[in-house]
């Protein structure tokens, strides 16, 4: 006997094979069709044609609300400052100009700014990026005692703000070193960011952990037991097996922490009174415009006037991560769904 569920798709390859065209064959199934199924066929219909609409109005709508923050600071940062007093000027500038990001580039002194950045950032990033592995990959493969009590230290490293620890943080590097032979000062070095990355303590470093154990736990078992049957131990299992297979959840953690970083203030202003980063500078602005263009940190700007040099600086500011993300957005969303943080 004939299945039932294939009767329609038969009927329709019959029909076009008798040379009856596909027009002609859905007119037909509607004349025998119920009035129940008219109907049916007439509301799906409907929504066939009115959903891609709606489904639109949405997608730009969403879309205009998150680039609408971008779109108003570049046309803000090449406007001249003549056309934020012009009340017939809304997002086409009148008046095309470069002297805005001039003066904001002088004012942050962007390029050694941009330099010390890079180094902070980067450094700080990739230590960080091999100290939360080797950390999360302790949790997700070893049982020792204690295990459980330091996991829930990593808990509250998510869970607690860094504002909590900063007091101790500072005194600790204001006099680093062992207590009755040597007492170095590392406030405004380096080392002050450096030194909680490598020992997996730096910015959001208790979520990076959470995400390597996360993605550690899920791999088989199978790649370690053949490494150890070859002779490996753990320590050489984990750089020469288990980080090559983790590809994805370090670039996914690497491209985060360069995120943190560039944006942390908090940090920042905290154990630097000379070093010049993008987050410093970009909060320091307005002093920075009266010094440099004005030469007189008492002189009043107009708020009107201020919103093009602050909108420049904000371009200028998330253009080297906004670069980064275009060519490594393919990657990074890959990174996300394969590393434990989605589902």
Not at 26 to 45: C, F, G, I, N, Q
Not at 298 to 308: A, F, L, N, Y
Not at 312 to 320: R, T
Request: include cysteine.
């Amino acid at each position: 006997m004939a299945d039932v569920t294939n009767a329609p798709k038969i009927k329709k390859a019959d029909e076009i094979g008798n040379g009856i065209s596909n027009r002609e064959a859905k007119r037909r199934r509607r004349v025998s069709a119920s009035a129940e199924d008219r109907r049916y066929l007439r509301r799906k219909a409907l929504a066939d044609k009115v959903w891609p609409f709606f489904r639109a109005v949405i997608l730009i709508g969403l879309g205009f609300v998150i680039m609408y923050p971008l779109i108003y600071m570049i046309s803000c940062a090449f406007r001249d400052r003549a056309d934020m007093s012009d009340p017939t000027v809304m997002w086409i500038p009148r008046h095309y100009t470069l002297k805005v990001i001039a003066e904001t580039i002088d004012a942050m002194d962007y390029w050694k700014t941009l330099g010390n950045t890079l180094l902070l950032n980067i450094g700080c990033s990739l230590v960080q990026v091999f100290s939360c592995a080797i950390t999360g990959y302790g949790f997700a493969r070893f049982k020792f005692k204690g295990s459980k009590l330091l996991f829930g230290v990593v808990i509250m490293m998510i869970l607690v703000p860094p504002q909590v620890i900063s007091l101790p943080l500072y005194t600790q590097f204001r006099y680093f070193g062992i207590k009755g032979l040597f007492s170095i000062n590392l406030i405004d070095s380096g080392l002050t960011m450096y030194l909680p990355a490598l020992t997996a303590n730096g910015i959001r470093a208790g979520l990076m952990i959470y995400i390597f154990r996360q993605f550690f736990k899920g791999m088989p078992r199978e790649l370690e037991d053949a490494a150890y049957i070859d002779g490996c131990g753990p320590f050489r299992t984990f750089v020469w097996v288990m980080l090559p297979n983790a590809s994805a959840a370090l670039l996914t953690v690497f491209l985060f922490s360069v995120v943190w970083y560039w944006n942390d203030y908090y940090v920042s202003s905290t154990f630097f009174t000379d070093t010049k980063t993008i987050a410093l500078m970009l909060t320091n602005l307005d002093n920075e415009l009266k010094m440099n263009l004005f030469d007189d940190p008492t002189v009043q700007i107009s708020p009107r006037d201020q919103i093009v040099w602050k909108e420049a600086g904000c371009l200028l500011s998330i253009a080297p991560v906004l670069i980064m993300y275009v060519f490594l957005q393919k990657h990074f969303t890959e990174g996300i769904e394969r590393s434990g943080i989605v589902g």
